[in-house]
């Protein structure tokens, strides 16, 4: 059952994040990538880590997606510019985008190598696995992470501020 | 009938997600796109951190996890603060259209 859903999940969260990268309208992206989150939380239940899979759906696709809805509506672009120029071939194009795609084929060819080379681990499961649970989550983040807790609340109020100043209208 | 997944398994689909992020970032000419080809690879990594934690019984990976996603809300606001004022200026969200520091 539990490889049934890795299966299932991995294939939705790679098709979908296939599509999003491959769409020319930016609306289709955003809530295509919803769906992509939505089967990587599924794979976090698979994983047996509950609080991780509702955090995804809570900020990931309840709130950071809706405010890039936001701004996909908002700016009303609803489709990327026409290819000119030298951007209209993929891998012969001049310059900065070749060197891009060569880079991007640098990396898959380096995480393969470093994949290929890894044993296969099992991942425990029945008597030996235990489950950590939202408890002990919660202890260790109010304990031993408090620091970064709280210096975490500061960046966000930080980003807020920053957002407000950046996106406000320049009326003088 | 399907193999059962190992912790290699979830480490070659959160390569697998990681490129195709890095690969929009790259490919892509909207700002927006590329915004949220970040957040496919922040997704990934995530992934990883998650499929780790279960291998090695802790919790400390997703306590991370937690972080990268209020780190990845912070950015997001910001970066798209960042769009819409560039919007403002240009009436164009391909990048090629910003190429000075100043205007």
Known sequence: METLFFWVFAAVAVTASVLVVGQRNPMYSVL????SFAALSGLYVVLD??????????????????????????????????PVGYHARLLGGAGPRRF????SC??????????????????????????????EIGLKLFQE????????????????????ILARRETH | MLP?????????????????????VFLRRNLITILLSIEIMLNAVNLTFVAVDRYLQSVDGQIIVFFVITVAAAEAAVGLAIVIALFRHKESLSPDAFTTLKW
């Open chain 1, 49 to 82: 880590a509950p609080f991780v899979a509702a955090i995804q759906i809570i900020i990931y696709a309840g709130a950071i997606m809706v405010l890039f809805l936001f701004v996909v509506m908002l700016l009303n672009v609803p489709t990327e510019d026409a």
């Open chain 1, 100 to 103: 891009g795609a060569v880079l």
């Open chain 1, 106 to 135: 640098v990396l898959v060819i380096e995480l393969a190598v470093a994949l290929v080379q890894l044993t296969p681990a099992r991942l425990p499961s029945g008597e030996a696995a235990r489950q950590p649970t939202v408890y």
């Open chain 1, 145 to 164: 992470y408090s620091f970064a807790f709280e210096a975490t609340s500061v960046l966000i109020l930080i980003a807020m501020v920053g957002a407000i």
């Open chain 1, 32 to 35: 295509l990538l919803i769906v």
């Open chain 2, 4 to 24: 059962e997944p190992t912790l290699n398994s979830y480490l070659a689909l959160s390569a697998v997600l990681f490129s195709i992020g890095t690969a929009g």
